[in-house]
């Protein structure tokens, strides 16, 4: 199984984050198979954002639940996070992972105006 992080490296204060995860080598409907978005901020450590279930139920950290949503599109095999009202805290290496598993390369995003 690979993951490819997609979506753009720079956004505006309050603005919304869009990042795409594309799984290749396996279905993201694989049955007990858990796909996550996770992030590290410049001189931070990971931070896990949420996750989204082979059945499709999701989870999200307390912390950024009231502004994250992470869907999929089984026919592209994808599945995508959405940040809103991002700020220049927001700032870190987005990663997309399969739980227990592989991990994409990571994608740099930054926010500033």
């Known amino acids: 199984l690979q993951e490819q992080e997609s979506g753009p490296g720079l956004v505006k204060p309050s603005q919304t984050l869009s990042l795409t995860c594309t799984v290749s080598?396996?279905?993201?409907?694989?049955?007990?198979?858990?796909w996550t978005w996770v992030r590290q901020p410049p001189g931070k450590g990971l931070e896990w954002i949420g996750t989204?279930?082979?059945?499709?139920?999701?989870s999200y950290s307390p912390s950024l639940k009231s502004r994250t949503s992470i869907s999929r599109d089984t026919s592209k095999n994808q599945f995508t996070l959405q940040l809103n009202s991002m700020t220049p805290e927001d700032t870190a290496v987005y990663y997309c992972?399969?739980?227990?598993?592989?991990w994409g390369q990571g994608t740099q995003v930054a926010v500033s105006s």
């Open positions: 992972a399969r739980l227990s598993g592989s």
């Open positions: 080598g396996g279905s993201i409907t694989t049955n007990y198979y858990f």
């Open positions: 989204i279930a082979y059945s499709g139920s999701t």
